[in-house]
């Protein structure tokens, strides 16, 4: 672990003096970049120096207990000496969790895509307490959300909503909620009183840069159409909602919220390589045989992850058996303890992982 950490402490060091360069300030892209590795590597060598100043600590301690012949010193000295090997053993503890490798995408923005799935017109007033739920979850982390695309139910909700959001670790956060997600209540539009089962299914997909994922813009098919709202009504008649087909794949993206045929372009192409990269992302992965994918990470799209039991107020991640009786907080935003709780089980896993490596 110790030569990892000094590894890094070089590294930092090495970033630290090219952030100071000419050539790195003058250039937005590379400066940005290694600001952010700046950032990420001055918490681990922060957190490495005190572990040292312990370990010196600890080893004049030992010297002392060597040469020193007056009792009281000595079991001053113990007592210290047992105190640094507590403040070592929770520094240990503290470095082995950030030398995790972290999912390269984690720090990245993200579009999240929420379909309404078995349940017909339930399913989409469902959808729609999702997107309620995540904006509101957005609000609370200080998030910007964007609406790019859109489809109402005919009773309200939505058959499909796509957003994008962005801020700080939104993809490290946000990526836990992919999958199919459950209710359990009384539609409104029931009116036996039974209590009918419904779905919708989420996906964070990272948002992708054009460094990140390279379209041949001669394989994208672009289509521009009047922007729909309500009940199909056209929201301008000008053509600036924009549809886009990349060719090889047959993936299509489209954005309909801006005014400007520009600005949907833009947004459209994001979601496009997004897509693209998801689908590339998943056929790299069985090709490398991932045989065993993680119980909380894989991000699949048909995996069922949660009920919310209306009648009950209980919601139940079934990746972790963890349930609560908050509904009301929960679909108010307050999904902070279930995704911390997946943040620990995901890297449970990759230290697991990392010591049967070895």
């Not at 060091?13 to 400066?31: F, G, I, R, T």
């Not at 012949?69 to 640094?84: I, Q, S, T």
């Not at 994922?213 to 301008?236: A, L, R, W």
Request: charged share 30%; glycine share 6%.
């Amino acid at each position: 672990m110790i030569d990892k950490l000094e590894e890094i402490k070089e590294r930092f060091e090495n970033v630290s003096q090219q952030l100071v360069q000419p050539n790195v300030v003058s250039d937005m892209k590379a400066y940005a970049r290694l600001n952010k590795e700046y950032k990420e590597l001055e918490k681990i060598v922060l957190q490495y120096n005190s572990y040292r100043n312990i370990l010196d600590n600890i080893e004049n301690t030992k010297n002392l207990l060597s040469t020193e012949k007056d009792p009281e010193f000595r079991e001053m000295a113990k007592e210290e000496l047992e105190d640094f090997m507590k403040k070592k053993e929770i520094n240990e503890d503290v470095l082995k969790k950030m030398l995790i490798p972290k999912d390269p995408n984690d720090s990245k923005n993200v579009i999240v895509e929420i379909r309404a799935g078995a349940g017909g017109d339930e399913a989409a007033i469902f959808a729609g307490d999702l997107y309620r739920m995540y904006m509101r979850f957005a609000e609370k982390m200080q998030w910007n959300v964007s609406l790019i695309d859109y489809t109402e139910g005919t009773s309200g909700g939505y058959k499909e909503i796509i957003m994008n959001i962005s801020g700080e670790d939104v993809y490290g956060k946000m990526k836990f909620e992919s999958g199919v997600h459950r209710v359990q209540r009384v539609p409104t539009t029931e009116t036996q009183g039974r209590v009918h089962t419904s779905a919708s299914s989420v996906a964070v997909l990272p948002e992708m840069e054009d460094v990140d994922v390279e379209i041949n813009m001669s394989d994208v098919k672009k289509e521009t159409y009047c922007s729909s709202g309500p009940g199909g009504q056209s929201v301008n008649t000008t053509y600036s909602a924009v549809r886009l087909t990349h060719i090889p794949t047959g993936i299509v993206a489209q954005c309909q919220d801006q005014k400007s045929q520009i600005k949907n372009f833009e947004k459209a192409l994001n979601v496009l390589r997004s897509r693209i990269y998801e689908v590339e992302l998943k056929k790299h992965n069985e090709e490398v045989g991932a045989a065993r994918k993680s119980m909380v990470g894989s991000g699949d799209r048909s995996d069922k992850i949660r009920t919310y039991n209306f009648p009950q107020s209980r919601v139940t991640d079934h990746r972790i058996n963890h349930t609560v009786y908050n509904l009301p907080a929960i679909m108010d935003g307050s999904i902070e303890d279930f995704i911390e709780k997946l943040r620990i089980a995901e890297n449970a896993e990759k230290l697991k992982e990392g010591s049967e490596a070895v």
